[in-house]
């Protein structure tokens, strides 16, 4: 009789580990697919989560100075858990360069280029509806402001962009960037970031007129919507605080969401 307790316990628990297994890889996220250079514009390495819809609204992930890494994915899979097909556009490996931190390999204004061809790719691509959006980070998000005044980038070049979404960027002046926003345009920053200060951003979002979609985060850091992070990063002008804070990031989810929302449906 002991034995056979035994058995029937150790079936039970062979089963109740299969049935985790299983479950645990039914929901594990999908692979994301590697885009050969050879088809995404200008030579540049895309990563494509896609939307469980057969078509849907896109948005494009554009990574900071130090390449394209965990928070870049995490955004992805975040951007696809809220219905959208989320693009991560590798602006550095095409050009032999991983990381702009301290030298400008690659320019804010190449990337921003990137940004405008991709988003008219992906346009034309299958599982796309049409709609193209971007998310930007730090180096990536200051390309996204100058993607946001198309002009700028090339004075005949058409806005592919429906929406952007800048985190820390540093804040165009008008003497740097005189040129007008043609798309809708959402900016959060961290009150107390050093790398890309807040105090930058006022006159652009008084030219720009969006007061109603600028967000600065009380006692946030640079990187705050990273996930348990908190140490000193080298930069040009030296070493910046790199910090996670939880609740600044889920109001920004929260903003980031609704703002897509609204110009992607």
């Known amino acids: 009789m002991l034995w056979g307790l035994i058995m029937r316990l150790s079936g039970l628990l062979l089963g109740w580990m299969l049935g985790v297994g299983s479950a645990m890889a039914f929901a594990a996220p999908a692979v994301p697919a590697q885009v050969a250079s050879d088809v995404a514009p200008l030579g540049l390495?895309?990563?494509i989560w896609r939307s469980a819809e057969a078509r849907a609204p896109a948005v494009l992930v554009l990574h900071g100075c130090g390449g394209v890494g965990a928070h870049d994915r995490e955004w992805a899979q975040r951007l696809q858990a809220w219905?959208?097909?989320?693009?991560v556009v590798d602006s550095f490996s095409g050009r032999t360069s991983d990381n702009v931190c301290l030298r400008r390999s690659v320019s804010p204004r190449q990337r921003a280029q990137d940004?405008?061809?991709v988003a008219a790719w992906v346009k034309q691509q299958?599982?796309?509806d049409g709609r193209v959006a971007a998310v930007g980070f730090s180096h990536g998000g200051l390309s996204l402001?100058?993607?946001a005044a198309s002009k700028g980038v090339a004075p005949d070049s058409r806005q592919a962009l429906d929406a952007v979404v800048a985190y820390y960027p540093?804040?165009?002046?008008a003497q740097a960037y005189p040129f007008e926003r043609d798309v809708p345009l959402q900016i959060h920053i961290g009150q107390i970031d050093d790398w890309t200060p807040a105090q930058r951003c006022p006159d652009l979002v008084q030219r720009w007129h969006m007061s109603d979609q600028y967000f600065e985060y009380e006692a946030a850091h640079h990187g705050f919507d990273r996930k348990a992070v908190d140490r000193l990063v080298r930069g040009r002008g030296g070493l910046h605080v790199l910090r996670s804070k939880p609740d600044a990031a889920a109001l920004s989810f929260e903003r980031a969401q609704a703002f897509l929302d609204e110009h992607l449906h």
């Open 45 to 47: 390495t895309l990563q």
């Open 83 to 87: 219905g959208y097909t989320a693009v």
């Open 115 to 117: 940004a405008q061809e």
């Open 126 to 128: 299958p599982w796309s």
């Open 145 to 147: 402001l100058m993607a």
């Open 170 to 173: 540093l804040c165009l002046s």
